[in-house]
């Protein structure tokens, strides 16, 4: 189903959006008996600005509490009651492999975004993609998310990831001392911000193909102004007793 956005009103034409419809409690309740369906949620935004704004406030943040909840805690830690990007970023984040247009950001790749079920994201594999100076930030990256046989490019797979305080983070001061250029027409897919390349910066280290399990000159990712991470890889092929193992399972 797809939702065109609205810029007035569309349940009557004497309806006041900025005073509400319903009090912000009782959507509250709906939703929440609703466990945080993000579609709904989407879907709701849509109707009017009010809607929207209670979405952007309260509904998408509890819908990342609810969906990554030890995540949500390590990221606003610092004292924060926000984190970079606003909520809605996050969740699409959480939920959404953004994958590649053709002469975009990747290139010659042309694989469609689309929603995920569920995705890990760790702590400990962001360490992998890091430069050992930088490892005292904090980020999430996600499994990547895998499309295989896709002709010349092979087995591809996207991740995606979020830093902890970007603005304060290491990562960013690195990129700007050493001069690095943001990306002149593609932005982020989640909040809209500017891009850095961390290929072009020389800051990808070989531990981050290990832990994706890719060839080690065919990993590539951008972080956004507001520390949003999504990235590409070539896949290693499986080992036939590997193959065998998965078959089996």
């Known amino acids: ?21 319903l009090n912000e409690d009782v959507i509250f309740l709906i939703f929440r008996h609703l466990n945080w369906n993000p579609k709904l949620i989407a879907a709701f935004s849509c109707a009017c600005k009010w809607f929207d704004d209670v979405a ?10 609810v969906r990554a909840p030890k995540m949500m805690l ?4 610092s004292g924060s009651h926000s984190v970079d990007g606003n909520w809605r970023a996050l969740a699409k984040l959480l939920i959404y492999c953004s994958g590649s247009s053709k002469g975009g950001l990747f290139n010659n790749v042309h694989i469609p975004g689309h929603f995920v079920y569920r995705t890990r994201f760790s702590r400990t594999s ?29 087995d591809v797979g ?25 990306h002149p027409s593609e932005v982020c897919p989640y909040c809209k911000a500017k891009l850095w390349s961390m290929l072009q910066a020389k800051m990808v280290p070989q531990s981050a193909s290990c ?24 896949l290693l092929p499986l080992s036939d007793s590997e193959a065998s193992e998965l078959e089996d399972t």
């Not at 349940?11 to 006041?16: G, I, L, Q």
């Not at 360490?127 to 896709?150: A, G, I, M, N, T």
């Open 1 to 21: 189903m797809i939702l065109t956005k609205q810029y007035r009103c569309i349940h009557s034409t004497s309806c006041a959006c900025s005073k509400g419809h």
């Open 56 to 65: 952007k406030r309260a509904l998408w943040k509890e819908f990342c509490r």
């Open 74 to 77: 390590d990221l606003q830690s």
């Open 126 to 154: 962001g360490k992998s993609f890091l430069l050992p100076q930088c490892r005292s930030d904090v980020l999430y990256v996600s499994d990547p998310c895998e499309h295989l046989d896709q002709g010349e490019e092979g």
């Open 158 to 182: 996207f991740f995606r990831g979020i830093f902890k305080s970007f603005a304060m983070s290491k990562v960013r001061k690195m990129l700007i001392s050493r001069g690095a250029q943001l």
């Open 211 to 234: 832990r994706l399990g890719s060839y080690e000159d065919c990993v590539e990712y951008y972080v956004c102004l507001n520390g949003h991470v999504l990235g590409i890889c070539t």
